[in-house]
T-cell receptor, first 115, second 112 residues
Framework: DAGVTQSPTHLIKTRGQQVTLRCSPKSGHDTVSWYQQALGQGPQFIFQYYEEEERQRGNFPDRFSGHQFPNYSSELNVNALLLGDSALYLC??????????????FGPGTRLTVL | AQSVSQHNHHVILSEAASLELGCNYSYGGTVNLFWYVQYPGQHLQLLLKYFSGDPLVKGIKGFEAEFIKSKFSFNLRKPSVQWSDTAEYFCAVNTGFQKLVFGTGTRLLVSP
């Protein structure tokens, strides 16, 4: 049973560019959440997708957008990259059966460096 | 806004020492609480979780945590740490629909 997978592992971009990160949830999971983990910090919630729609969003600008596909996989897009966007981007999946009590499983993350 | 505070940013222990990592949260409603661990070079893994019932929760690898509602705390404990427990530990609260709010983490270094 494959866990949460993310691609790519590492990515280097320059300021102003755009980036797309990808996530495949754990088998049987239908909800995908994205987090940003800056160096020395805990993960911060970006947004969550369920049934191909953004269900809730954290305190991130509109430059951060996402998508969920019918197979539950998801993409995170960041436009007009800033130096401060350099971070580890984590994807977490869960099942929506019991929204308040289920557990999120995390992928290995994508390390984004913006130069 | 909900927040999670982890008071110890860095902890250094010798093997066999006891461990207690503090975690306090600010949220007035019903919470689900988690401790995640990130071993060097690995992804975040669930250590234990509290949803309801017995406030003393046991997790993997001998870890346990106690939920004290009156103190808004969910401290992590282990009676005897091992070198392999060297990792970063994150406390998190789920305030609804699986949106996790994390603390800043505690780096634990266990010396052999």
């Amino acid at each position: 049973d494959a866990g949460v997978t993310q691609s790519p592992t590492h990515l280097i971009k320059t300021r102003g560019q755009q980036v797309t990160l990808r996530c495949s949830p754990k088998s049987g999971h239908d909800t995908v959440s994205w987090y940003q983990q800056a160096l020395g910090q805990g993960p911060q919630f970006i947004f969550q997708y369920y049934e191909e729609e953004e269900r809730q969003r954290g305190n991130f600008p509109d430059r951060f957008s996402g998508h969920q596909f019918p197979n539950y996989s998801s993409e995170l897009n960041v436009n007009a990259l800033l130096l401060g966007d350099s971070a580890l981007y984590l994807c977490a999946s869960s099942s929506d059966g019991l929204p308040s009590t289920d557990t999120q499983y995390f992928g290995p993350g994508t390390r984004l460096t913006v130069l | 806004a909900q927040s999670v505070s982890q008071h110890n940013h860095h902890v250094i222990l010798s093997e066999a020492a006891s461990l207690e990592l503090g975690c306090n949260y600010s949220y007035g409603g019903t919470v689900n609480l988690f401790w995640y661990v990130q071993y060097p070079g690995q992804h975040l893994q669930l250590l234990l979780k509290y949803f309801s019932g017995d406030p003393l929760v046991k997790g993997i690898k001998g870890f346990e945590a106690e939920f004290i509602k009156s103190k808004f705390s969910f401290n992590l404990r282990k009676p005897s740490v091992q070198w392999s427990d060297t990792a970063e530990y994150f406390c998190a609260v789920n305030t609804g629909f699986q949106k996790l709010v994390f603390g800043t983490g505690t780096r634990l270094l266990v010396s052999p």
